[in-house]
């Protein structure tokens, strides 16, 4: 079950990320992102 929740969010952090690095030129909404997938991941590990 861990393993599902860890791929659920390790492709919701990509997808989110690669969102952000196509987005043009802004560099708010890259950050922002990169603190999600990072709040994710923690979430992930506690799991």
Not at 11 to 35: E, H, I, Y
Request: glycine content about 10%; hydrophobic content about 50%.
């Amino acid at each position: 079950m861990s393993m599902l929740k860890t791929a659920a969010v390790g492709m919701l952090g990509f997808a989110v990320g690669a969102g952000a690095m196509m987005a043009p030129g802004s560099q708010k909404w890259k950050r922002q992102a990169q603190r999600q997938v990072e709040r994710l991941s923690r979430m992930v590990k506690n799991w």
